[in-house]
């Protein structure tokens, strides 16, 4: 079990049941498919989902409301972890990239028109979503102000022209979540808008998937086009012009719950690595008993712990309301490189079954990979952290002087 | 300020009022004597700690039937870390190493007589003390259960013999807790007994202060004989036979505020650099503005939030009354090495400044080295961290075999 | 360019040629089939040899009367690194592995007989060829001394059977050379033989190709079966219980021509990474002026010249007739980890674009991970560095006792 | 023994005699005054270096005119990192910082008469001097261009005005090398010259001993003022405004020694840990035998012989008349860390005895941290290191379009 820190009981049940679903229900299926999602597709999906909520676990993180068990970000953390102990965990839950961050966002923001049409049947797993943001380059990316996809006024509504890539999920999505520019030009920090656009929509177009290393998430990793895309005016999600102001309404708690998420799969590669030292036999001792599998044992707990403890600070300041630009930027890079030390020790200590297809570790290796990437790479998120130390100090200065 | 989890206004504001005390009046006397003890000496000790005493952050450990506060382990992190801003904060409050260490153990084991001889004038900074435990190769180090100094019974009392080096705080302690073999043989995991030893007991002498690479504890490093050393039955501390069992009453949370005082002067030397970054322009930019420089402040942000986490997850379990052994391990491991790291960072920061004797930098460094050998080396902690995993691992295999 | 440290002026061409050669021709069809030796499959290995050929940079390292160019190990560093600026480069050169250390061995240690029939058609890129070693768990791996598979006398010839993995290459092979036992339990430091074994015996079989991260090597990683396999006297290579010795015969070498091809690849991920630094723009900068784009590019500089100046060590001692045992250790840990950084960095620096399928760096991070536990993993590299030093200094002492 | 490859047999008999001759003379003396040159002082350097002339290996550098053995670069790397097996091996044989440095930069660029008078008594050691060329922030540091001193031309001469810290060996030299601006600002990449001032001149002044955490290097790390001081026309060294073309005459190369030196205390260090590792004994086994001992062991092996590669390509670059400039940036940066990490790593192997003064390990711990400052941080030879690469690129791109 994951974290034990002053959670309600209750939660502390849900994690354990959470546990155990995934651990016998969804395991199975993962190995089955060798952790890609596009070999189960949708008839996996909905089992996945069905069982689920057979299991009382479905769908933790929306409110009741939306038939969810309306956790905070704290208590979201003890039972995502343990949803994430396979990559297909998230989804059968309903709480895999980037459902669940549009949940989160349509729940913070949408109209309630919006939310019935939109929320309600995503919170069911009736249907999928995807969330436009990244552009190639020159545009958003690690940069968000880069953004160049236009959204321009026309009468009863907007026509968005622009180029998306690493859309998440966009295959089989319901409707996007469009990031878009009303005012302004591309650099400027302000002048985005979110619109909500059906997948019927003829000026949305998904033009290829894009081949990645990471093959678990749903829907895959698309380049869409938006051309003459025309939506009309209750497509708005919130006010115009403040869409980067939502965007990092979506983007911290996304952080966490992918760390979350991650975290799970750092430890199932732990516990694969773990058996494997504790049954092999290597020059007469147990694997487990050589001094440099140890330290690799134990650099992997310690890990795993700090990134838990970062995350768990960094819900805290979410669900008191702050903004946890720091928190959460400290929470996210820690964890991201974390998992991917444990992944590869996990490897290392299985030696050349740990290459091979027999076990899921180097899938988990390709999985975790892209994930010091997106949501912030981690150089990004360094120099924002340093920004805001090294720009406290400097005012302080200036106040002193 | 440090960790604001969950805690009690009154800690708060005492963590507050640390923290200036520290800033205000420490630090001055700690860069005047170049943060060696020695030089300052006695006379300072007693300056520092009457100046706290006024301040009311005295003790902040020790039950209030001891004039301390009556902090839970918890809380201690939340001071302790405010008090260890300065090389001679922990002193200034009487939570220095290894008192604060010594009281714990009294507190919790000492008959009440022992209370009020030995803990109370300890509690009031009117006394010293030193812990006598490790001995030279191939005594009791990593391996406690090499202890080889010997305790042997005479009628009312019991003579000990033995060697016993690192033994910090000997020089001017009014006595020592020495951990001695009254049953088995070196290398047995039982049979150890502490006793309280007078510094006026002729059986016991300090044969020389050994020379290393920190200055700052009080009372130095001390190599320590005891031969023929005769106290009597109500020495014992505890139960005869029970000082293995002790030990680990005293090292969990000792690891603990080792870790929270040193987590400060990683703060301390944070902040020294965050400063020179903030006003030191090089190639034409801030130092704190080139991309190398921001990656070093970041990771030290990092280092410093994730040490936090952990400590305060092992305060945790050990104020639930566990043992604290597998998350207090983590905990001093990472930690230990963290802080290692950050005012290794903080002096590449501040360049050739950073190497000079103009800002304390380099005393930190040789400060903090040792933290990560004593209290277990890193080593050693991770071969028990990985032992208990694997160990448990193995149990589980048995078991569904 | 890569060594130029004393080298022949015809050898410098050579390595210039092949530069030459691998960039416009061999590129090409690695892009073409990204990477996946399978893909491409036989026609593509003759179309690359006969081009290898015509480019008169074909079979650099066997003798003249084979064919090839006879460089020596140092001369092999400067043209094999070139070789492997593409995955392909080394199966174009007919320098991959396993056929480059088997021509190595039969080189060394075949009979005239054995080296017109196997030898000769190999060196000519006719056939392929495996070598038969590995084991399952508890066999030969890490260690191996574990050695299982064995060999029994039989009238005329010799009886294997035993059961191999991750035989690369074996599919499609002409023949295998198999290590067997002859004398001893598995755990004996001598009895074994080597054997060659023709793929149309019946007693040995290709059970499985195993799933691996990587996927570039030609005719897979292979699950071989000897099933009272019998050959006939003449299949034995070298003299009987003389395999171990000539495992290290082909060890040494085979271990510095990986870590040859492998840096070239590394500087190959290096240059895409420069590429996209150079011309990419963010935050206003270009990527490659931005601090911690810079460190990554400088460390992987470091990394790449760090590993050839250990590799040229080695392969000095290797052409004066050393086993370097402590200098191929050294450098292959040294270089399969410095290679696995220089690829993880050059993704990290190409950030989305890096794990997309649209540049080969995220092949390239699945094909050099397994070269940290293939060829002795890191670990047990490191045991025998130390191994050797701590056993000097035992000896050392016990001579002045 | 260091590096064999390709070395003259007299130069390996000088480096052989070199190591017996610090082990048996050097030591004894290094240890009795703890490594601190101030403790054992004048009379000590006039008996090292008399006992070095005795030995043969005095002045190995300079050419045989001076009284030295010639030797080129490559040769030194094989001398001088036996002399640096002692903090005072290089000040026996007359190579430490500065004055070998500068021996170098007189032998390139002094007139014939300067030689005599500077260059003759220097070679001999019959007299120290000093490179005055860092300021205080924000004049000359990382960046030489922002180069703040000023000589202003007067009749018969120059007076010079400005501030230098960290000048090694100043007190007691017998004259200064001091690099002035003679044209242009701070900033500016050109308009420095070199002078030659005598320590009798009245308008150099020692200010002060800078307290610093090393403490070998004799004459200490001083602060300097140049007051009105006035030198005669042939006290320019070289042409006038050519001082920072000069600066990396002497830089290239004075880094490459400075790592062969700190490369000697790496490799004791790793001596006096593997002593340790060969006859403690702890938790029942040899230290030597624990994997994460081992670990470290390794590790400290290839950072050593990694360092001597890079070392040794950079030698033959700079013996070739290459500026080296890279090939000496990359060489610097990793010896300047590796020997840090190896040091590091002795200490910890040696446990508590490793932070007493018992062992010089401590000692050589403070020596080597200003390495990753001095003679360019790493950080600054990173951006340096990327920028060649990244602007090789630039025009690579812009020639190709």
Chains 1, 2, 3, 4 share one sequence.
Not at 79 to 85: D, H, P, Q, R
Request: with cysteine; charged share 25%.
């Amino acid at each position: 079990m994951a974290v034990d820190l002053d959670h309600d009981p209750l939660v502390v049940d849900l994690a354990h049941r959470t546990a155990e679903f995934v651990r016998t229900v969804v395991v199975p299926e993962e190995e089955r498919y060798g952790g890609v999602s596009a070999v189960g597709g949708e008839p996996m999906r909905l089992r996945l989902q069905a069982a689920a909520r057979d299991a009382g676990v479905f769908a933790p993180h929306v409110g009741t409301e939306w038939g969810g068990h309306g956790l905070d970000m704290r208590d979201r953390a003890l039972v995502f972890e343990e949803a994430g102990w396979s990559l297909f965990g998230p989804l059968a839950l309903n709480i895999a990239a980037p459902d669940e961050g549009n949940m989160h966002m349509l729940e913070a923001i949408a109209s309630p028109g919006q939310k019935e049409r939109y929320l309600r049947p995503l919170a069911a797993g009736e249907s999928r979503s995807c969330f436009a943001m990244t552009e190639p380059a020159p545009g958003a990316g690690s940069d968000p102000a880069a953004l160049t996809t236009r959204a321009v006024k026309v009468p009863g509504g907007w026509r968005i022209d622009g180029h998306k890539w690493f859309i998440t999920g966009a295959d089989g999505a319901a409707f996007a979540i469009c990031m878009a520019r009303t005012s302004g030009q591309p650099g400027d920090r302000g002048g985005a808008t979110m619109f909500l656009v059906d997948a019927e929509n003829p000026g949305m177009k998904i033009i290829r998937h894009i081949e990645t290393l990471d093959e678990a998430l749903f829907g895959g990793h698309c380049e869409v086009v938006f051309d003459e895309c025309v939506v009309p005016d209750d497509a708005v999600l919130g006010e115009v012009d403040e869409g980067f102001r939502y965007a990092q309404v979506r983007l911290g708690p996304a952080r966490m719950t992918h760390c979350m998420r991650w975290l799970g799969i750092a430890r199932r590669a732990q516990r694969i690595a773990v058996e494997r030292a504790a049954e092999r036999r290597l020059f007469g001792s147990r694997l487990g008993e050589l001094g440099m599998v140890q330290a690799m044992i134990a650099d992997s707990e310690i890990d795993i712990a700090a990134s838990r403890g970062l995350i768990l600070r960094a819900c805290v300041d979410l669900d008191r309301g702050g903004s946890g630009a720091q928190s959460t930027a400290i929470a996210k890079t820690f964890t991201a490189e974390a998992v991917w030390r444990v992944v590869d020790r996990s490897l290392q200590i299985c030696g050349s079954l740990g290459v091979s297809g027999d076990v899921l570790l180097g899938r988990f290796l390709r999985e975790v990979r892209p994930f010091r990437v997106y949501d912030g790479p981690s150089e990004t998120h360094r120099w924002a952290i340093a920004k805001r130390v090294v720009g406290q100090q400097v005012r302080t200065m200036k106040e002193d002087a």
